[in-house]
């Protein structure tokens, strides 16, 4: 069974990355609700083709609860077309850009309810069950399909009411990887220091899985504090970016809020030297993942409340937006 533009509704736009916009679509002989990744590419239709068979192994292999479902893939002119499960939450950066401590008008609270929203940042179960999610869909990744992410950042962690995190974007395709890897640089990296350099590269000129485990514990501290972890004098310029991560210490998460389990995690993630780097079996068997493990099947009142919390934070982005809104409608104009 084969997708086809003509079978999709568009709705909203969902967002828009380097090099493409992702839209919510309806698939209308399902009625299944997708979300359609549009990436545009100036190919021959032999490696357009080439891609869509790339993409389409994903159809051949078991599913993991921590990578987005995929739907199909087909092409119009020199765009491919992706067609995976819609996250209603959008991505991680989305939901956690704030700081911690930060409060905004709630909106409309009943009288008996909070006026005022405080963002009381990642709680530390909900970290580690973020932290869980992608490792496993990693592992997933790599032991199931072979496949390095080489894209890991939060905005390529999705998550939905229920709350599931899923990982998307990841380089099953060679092809579309080689295509689109010219314009892929941003402005804040999530690289490793020896992808930057050049150095520990096999023959073939690719990194390494433990490239994504430097990713990976970049993500975890800025979804925990709310920001890129480097500096800011470090990303408004790329080059002074990179060398801050070459040079200077790894970031750290903050100890006064999160356990030395916790830290110590995250600091296995990020040792410079990639060997150094803690693997995904060793990842899982930390105690603050096992922690993790033990509370989703557990039978008490123990449980992580992810579908709570994500309802909360998604409570706060809201009110933030109107919030924000409103901000800039009155705010002052100044002369000259
Ligand atoms: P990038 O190229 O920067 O990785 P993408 O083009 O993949 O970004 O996605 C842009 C935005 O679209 C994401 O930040 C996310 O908010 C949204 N998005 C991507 N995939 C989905 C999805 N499956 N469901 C809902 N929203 C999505």
Same mark, same amino acid.
């Given at each position: 069974?084969? !997708?086809?533009?003509?079978?999709? *509704?568009?709705? *909203? ?13 309806? $698939?209308?002989?399902?009625?299944? %609700? ?44 020199? /765009?491919?077309?992706? /067609? ?12 956690? @850009?704030?700081?911690?401590?930060? %409060?905004?008008?709630?909106? $409309? ?28 869909? !990693? ?9 390095? $992410? ?5 905005? @390529?962690?999705?998550?939905? @009411? &229920?709350?599931?995190?899923?990982? /998307? ?17 941003? /402005? ?5 220091? *020896? &992808?930057? %350099? ?7 000129? %690719? ?49 006064? &809020? ?18 150094? &780097?803690?693997?995904?079996? *060793? ?39 109107? $919030? ?13």
């Amino acid at each position: 069974y084969r !997708l086809n533009m003509e079978d999709l *509704e568009r709705g *909203e736009e969902l967002g828009r990355g380097n090099y493409g916009t992702v839209t919510k679509v309806l $698939h209308t002989p399902t009625g299944v %609700t997708m979300a359609l990744k549009e990436i545009r590419l100036e190919l021959d239709n032999a490696k357009l083709n080439a891609i869509i068979m790339e993409l389409d192994i994903l159809h051949r292999t078991a599913s993991s609860p921590h990578i987005v479902d995929f739907y199909g893939a087909f092409f119009v002119e020199t /765009c491919v077309y992706y /067609c995976m499960e819609y996250m209603d939450g959008g991505s991680l950066d989305r939901l956690v @850009n704030v700081s911690f401590g930060e %409060t905004v008008p709630a909106l $409309h609270p009943a009288p008996d309810e909070q006026q005022e929203l405080v963002w009381e940042g990642i709680p530390e179960d909900v970290l580690a069950r973020i932290a869980g999610s992608m490792v496993k869909g !990693l592992k997933f990744l790599k032991d199931e399909l072979g496949v390095i $992410h080489r894209d890991v950042k939060p905005t @390529n962690v999705l998550i939905n @009411n &229920r709350g599931q995190i899923k990982l /998307c974007d990841f380089g099953v395709s060679g092809q579309l990887e080689k295509s689109i890897a010219k314009t892929n640089i941003g /402005c804040q990296t999530y690289m490793a220091p *020896e &992808r930057i %350099t050049g150095e520990h590269q096999n023959t073939v000129g %690719t990194y390494t899985v433990s490239s994504d485990v430097w990713s990976l514990g970049l993500s975890i501290i800025e979804i925990a504090i709310g920001q890129y972890p480097y500096p800011p004098e470090a990303y408004s310029n790329i080059l002074a970016q990179l060398k801050t991560i070459i040079q200077d210490d790894a970031p750290t998460l903050p100890t006064d &809020r999160y356990s030395p389990d916790a830290c110590d995690w995250v600091a296995s993630c990020l040792v410079k030297a990639p060997n150094g &780097r803690a693997t995904y079996a *060793e990842l899982l068997q930390h105690g603050f993942l096992q922690r993790d493990e033990a509370k989703a099947h557990s039978e008490g009142g123990d449980q992580v409340d992810m579908a709570g919390w994500v309802t909360r934070a998604f409570k706060f982005r809201d009110a933030k937006v109107v $919030h924000m809104q409103a901000q800039a409608a009155t705010a002052p104009v100044h002369p000259g």
